[in-house]
T-cell receptor, first 113, second 113 residues
Framework: DQQVKQNSPSLSVQEGRISILNCDYT??????FLWYKKYPAEGPTFLISISSIKDKNEDGRFTVFLNKSAKHLSLHIVPSQPGDSAVYFCAASLYSGNTPLVFGKGTRLSVIA | EADIYQTPRYLVIGTGKKITLECSQT?????MYWYQQDPGMELHLIHY???????EKGDLSSESTVSRIRTEHFPLTLESARPSHTSQYLC????????????FGPGTRLTVL
């Protein structure tokens, strides 16, 4: 049973527009969420995170929104750039720092110039 | 910048061979992890360690074994490789008690013929 779901395997966005990547989770005990970015033939790199006590966290062009009642989070990238083209993984943790992360299947973002 | 290394980056071997995938980190992190990832799929945790002489199996059943004799080193061994082991193997580490940000190595792409 998949606890973290990224239902869109791919997304194409024009350069300069907003990219919105979505993630749903089933375990209400998750209390920390992270987004990772992965280029081909490389390991994932950390992008941004959010604790369950917040509903928004912003870092430059990247903003993560958390809706606990809907068990849903989203990553917004504004403006999108060609270098943002990668696979984005959503991950969740039961207790901050104490349990391994659970990852979604990823969404491949293509930013078209 | 994260300093976590994996060797080899690519490996093609025949069925039945014993192989060891190396992972080292220079950040002094207590926690280390091994993930297996196939294209379009989530990262599956196969092993993790929260310190020296401590290892645990992850949520994905694996025929591999790991050891943690030194903090910085977390090798993964397959005693007898099979074609079903063909995958990308990702090593990661994180601080104890941190906000669970994991730093990933570049991965090893294993192909078993």
């Amino acid at each position: 049973d998949q606890q973290v779901k990224q239902n869109s395997p791919s997304l194409s966005v024009q350069e300069g527009r907003i990219s919105i990547l979505n993630c749903d989770y089933t375990n209400s005990m998750f209390d920390y969420f992270l987004w990772y970015k992965k280029y081909p033939a490389e390991g994932p790199t950390f992008l941004i995170s959010i604790s369950s006590i917040k509903d928004k966290n912003e870092d430059g062009r990247f903003t993560v929104f958390l809706n606990k009642s809907a068990k849903h989070l989203s990553l917004h990238i504004v403006p999108s750039q060609p270098g943002d083209s990668a696979v984005y993984f959503c991950a969740a943790s039961l207790y901050s720092g104490n349990t391994p992360l659970v990852f979604g299947k990823g969404t491949r973002l293509s930013v078209i110039a | 910048e994260a300093d976590i290394y994996q060797t080899p980056r690519y490996l093609v071997i025949g069925t039945g061979k014993k192989i060891t995938l190396e992972c080292s980190q220079t950040m002094g992190h207590d926690k280390m992890y091994w993930y297996q990832q196939d294209p379009g799929m989530e990262l599956h945790l196969i092993h993790y360690s929260y310190g020296v002489n401590s290892t645990e199996k992850g949520d994905l059943s694996s025929e591999s074994t790991v050891s943690r004799i030194r903090t910085e080193h977390f090798p993964l061994t397959l005693e007898s490789a099979r074609p079903s082991h063909t995958s990308q193997y990702l090593c990661a580490s994180s601080e104890a008690g941190a906000d669970n940000e994991q730093f990933f190595g570049p991965g090893t792409r294993l192909t078993v013929l």
